[in-house]
């Protein structure tokens, strides 16, 4: 077997994440990961994991006892949310307007459900009668969408969509990955049955966790399913007991990433969720603005823009992957291309979480601009 070497230590470049995630973590959020390793069970370390829920509940906007980080990304807070809701056989209704509720829709379909995909133009939101008219032909177990579609910009309303799913008998399912910490998200008053997150996105910590929240409905649901959910790991009869009173070992939980979303959700109830909000807002209104001074618009739906990630449409003539290059070598700034049908028409431009702040917006702009001449 051929020696590889020993390479030097890893020593990442210094840069400003304004694509569509991950975001740069806050840097006491960096500094909590280098505390002290303690074991999963340790008494401290449980009594972390009771305040990281009751944060994560007060971000989530939520009495859910059953809210908790699954330990791994977002992804596996989508699966965890469709393997133990679903069973064979099921039918689900699934918004589609970019790659998420594509990705949902796989999901769903190795769960063994039928699948009703409700399409909607990529950069638009989904509209509740597009719901309503698949809710017609169908009588699904679960209606999910995406909050915040990442690779498209456009935030669907989803009060509308909640109420038509549970009148049709339906659990409601919302991803809040992009959402979560960056703009309202109002599990109980919206009546969301599951959700989950991102730890990487609006809440500025290391991608590795997701939170997730289950209501009590959901929880009825999937504790009396006829089959074993197919995922042993996603299991929420088994997390439920690892992170409920019982401490039941399930996993090892990862230490350092917890630390960080404890530091992360501190953060995040210090500045208040209000207060967080309208930072976001403002930081898309000022970028909105410098856009137009250079002639660029934002391409998703205009009343239905994301405030913390922003579809900007690539002018003729530029050259997307150029531009993007030269602002990561020459400015150190990393933004996202477009994805799908996106791809070569937009660039991604995330102000997630800590870097939402108008000293980053200019310091885009002024790269953008130099770049585009
Ligand atoms: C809306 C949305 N859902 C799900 C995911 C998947 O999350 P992860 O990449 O952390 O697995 C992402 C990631 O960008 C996302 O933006």
């Given at each position: 077997?051929?020696?590889?070497?020993?390479?030097?230590?890893?020593?990442?470049?210094?840069?400003?994440?304004?694509?569509?995630?991950?975001?740069?973590?806050?840097?006491?959020?960096?500094?909590?990961?280098?505390?002290?390793?303690?074991?999963?069970?340790?008494?401290?370390?449980?009594?972390?994991?009771?305040?990281?829920?009751?944060?994560?509940?007060?971000?989530?906007?939520?009495?859910?006892?059953?809210?908790?980080?699954?330990?791994?990304?977002?992804s596996a807070g989508m699966?965890?949310?469709?393997?133990?809701?679903?069973?064979?056989?099921?039918?689900?209704?699934?918004?589609?307007?970019?790659?998420?509720?594509?990705?949902?829709?796989?999901?769903?379909?190795?769960?063994?459900?039928?699948?009703?995909?409700?399409?909607?133009?990529?950069?638009?939101?989904?509209?509740?009668?597009?719901?309503?008219?698949?809710?017609?032909?169908?009588?699904?177990?679960?209606?999910?969408?995406?909050?915040?579609?990442?690779?498209?910009?456009?935030?669907?309303?989803?009060?509308?969509?909640?109420?038509?799913?549970?009148?049709?008998?339906?659990?409601?399912?919302?991803?809040?990955?992009?959402?979560?910490?960056?703009?309202?998200?109002?599990?109980?008053?919206?009546?969301?049955?599951?959700?989950?997150?991102?730890?990487?996105k609006c809440l500025s910590?290391?991608?590795?966790?997701?939170?997730?929240?289950?209501?009590?409905?959901?929880?009825?649901?999937?504790?009396?399913?006829?089959?074993?959910?197919?995922?042993?790991?996603?299991?929420?009869?088994?997390?439920?007991?690892?992170?409920?009173?019982?401490?039941?070992?399930?996993?090892?939980?990862?230490?350092?990433?917890?630390?960080?979303?404890?530091?992360?959700?501190?953060?995040?109830?210090?500045?208040?969720?209000?207060?967080?909000?309208?930072?976001?807002?403002?930081?898309?209104?000022?970028?909105?603005?410098?856009?137009?001074?250079?002639?660029?618009?934002?391409?998703?739906?205009?009343?239905?823009?994301?405030?913390?990630?922003?579809?900007?449409?690539?002018?003729?003539?530029?050259?997307?992957?150029?531009?993007?290059?030269?602002?990561?070598?020459?400015?150190?700034?990393?933004?996202?291309?477009?994805?799908?049908?996106?791809?070569?028409?937009?660039?991604?431009?995330?102000?997630?979480?800590?870097?939402a702040t108008p000293a980053?917006?200019?310091?885009?702009?002024?790269?953008?601009?130099?770049?585009?001449?």
């Amino acid at each position: 077997m051929s020696n590889p070497g020993i390479p030097a230590a890893f020593s990442p470049p210094d840069r400003l994440l304004l694509g569509p995630g991950p975001s740069n973590a806050a840097p006491s959020v960096l500094k909590a990961m280098q505390r002290p390793l303690v074991g999963h069970l340790d008494p401290t370390f449980i009594g972390m994991m009771e305040e990281i829920k009751s944060m994560l509940r007060h971000v989530f906007q939520t009495e859910n006892e059953m809210t908790f980080p699954v330990s791994a990304t977002g992804s596996a807070g989508m699966e965890a949310c469709f393997v133990n809701l679903l069973e064979p056989g099921d039918e689900v209704v699934i918004g589609v307007n970019g790659v998420f509720g594509a990705r949902m829709c796989d999901v769903a379909e190795r769960c063994g459900a039928t699948v009703n995909r409700v399409e909607a133009e990529w950069g638009t939101i989904i509209e509740p009668s597009t719901i309503a008219a698949a809710l017609e032909g169908c009588q699904p177990k679960l209606v999910a969408v995406v909050h915040a579609e990442t690779s498209t910009g456009a935030l669907t309303p989803v009060e509308e969509i909640s109420r038509l799913a549970h009148d049709a008998g339906a659990l409601f399912l919302l991803d809040t990955v992009t959402s979560l910490g960056g703009c309202p998200v109002a599990i109980d008053a919206w009546q969301v049955d599951a959700a989950y997150s991102g730890s990487q996105k609006c809440l500025s910590c290391p991608p590795g966790l997701a939170p997730v929240s289950f209501s009590p409905r959901a929880m009825n649901v999937l504790t009396n399913r006829k089959t074993k959910v197919q995922s042993w790991y996603l299991d929420v009869n088994f997390l439920a007991s690892y992170w409920g009173s019982e401490r039941v070992y399930h996993h090892t939980a990862p230490i350092t990433m917890n630390y960080a979303l404890h530091e992360a959700l501190r953060l995040v109830l210090e500045e208040g969720l209000e207060a967080r909000w309208t930072r976001h807002r403002q930081a898309h209104e000022t970028l909105k603005a410098g856009l137009a001074k250079l002639g660029l618009s934002i391409i998703s739906q205009e009343g239905h823009q994301l405030w913390q990630l922003n579809a900007v449409g690539v002018p003729d003539g530029a050259d997307e992957a150029g531009v993007r290059a030269r602002l990561l070598s020459d400015f150190g700034i990393e933004v996202g291309p477009g994805l799908g049908p996106m791809k070569g028409k937009i660039w991604r431009v995330g102000l997630m979480g800590h870097n939402a702040t108008p000293a980053n917006v200019k310091r885009f702009l002024d790269a953008l601009g130099q770049c585009l001449g």
